[in-house]
T-cell receptor, first 114, second 116 residues
């Protein structure tokens, strides 16, 4: 079975500071993808960043980077230089290359303080 | 390229009624998935369609059904609505890029269903 765990229900960060959102996963598959999504209060799920299990380098997309530690099965999201617009729910997700389903964590609510 | 379009954005129904939600995927995407999101249960997978065939189904009762058309548009139907069906229903599309690369889901804005 595949499982995603996000242990931080809520996080606060000062504007312009960096913040790390934790995500651990469990799978027996060798080939899989890890994803982070942002969900503002409007409801839309916005794709942020992707990391393949065979990628040797950590993924980066602008202010977002994914700290991928395969042996520890963790895929933490790092947001640098936080902005007020970063306040939202953040979901970690995984899908194996052979699977038909994405598995989502329970999410972390991030609040950026001015 | 237009994103995933879901209609309607909001719906209010009464118990016992049925509802149909619509989803148009990103052009070229052949896979469409549906998720139910509630504060208590989080994101729960309903089903996935690919080329008009249901490939995978979550743990929901038979009142929840779906289909996909030849143009990849998808509909989801919920019959005999219950109060607990009140939720945000999210549709997402994706494409298969190549073996070894898992393509992301691209979500629509969702349909917020309220059952009274």
């Amino acid at each position: 079975a595949q499982k995603i765990t996000q242990t931080q229900p809520g996080m606060f960060v000062q504007e312009k500071e960096a913040v790390t959102l934790d995500c651990t996963y469990d799978t027996s598959d060798q080939s899989y993808g890890l994803f982070w999504y942002k969900q503002p209060s409007s409801g839309e799920m916005i794709f942020l960043i992707y990391q393949g299990s065979y990628d040797e380098q950590n993924a980066t997309e602008g202010r977002y980077s994914l700290n991928f530690q395969k042996a520890r099965k963790s895929a933490n999201l790092v947001i640098s230089a936080s902005q007020l617009g970063d306040s939202a729910m953040y979901f970690c997700a995984m899908r194996s290359d052979t699977g038909n389903q994405f598995y989502f964590g329970t999410g972390t609510s991030l609040t950026v303080i001015p | 390229k237009a994103g995933v379009t879901q209609t309607p954005r909001y719906l209010i129904k009464t118990r016992g009624q049925q509802v149909t939600l619509s989803c148009s995927p990103i052009s070229g995407h052949r896979s469409v998935s549906w998720y139910q999101q509630t504060p208590g249960q989080g994101l729960q997978f309903l089903f996935e369609y690919f080329s008009e065939t249901q490939r995978n189904k979550g743990n929901f009762p038979g009142r929840f059904s779906g289909r996909q058309f030849s143009n990849s548009r998808s509909e989801m139907n919920v019959s005999t609505l219950e109060l607990g069906d009140s939720a945000l229903y999210l549709c997402a599309s994706s494409q298969k890029i190549r073996q070894g690369v898992v393509s992301p889901l691209h979500f629509g804005n969702g349909t917020r269903l309220t059952v009274t």
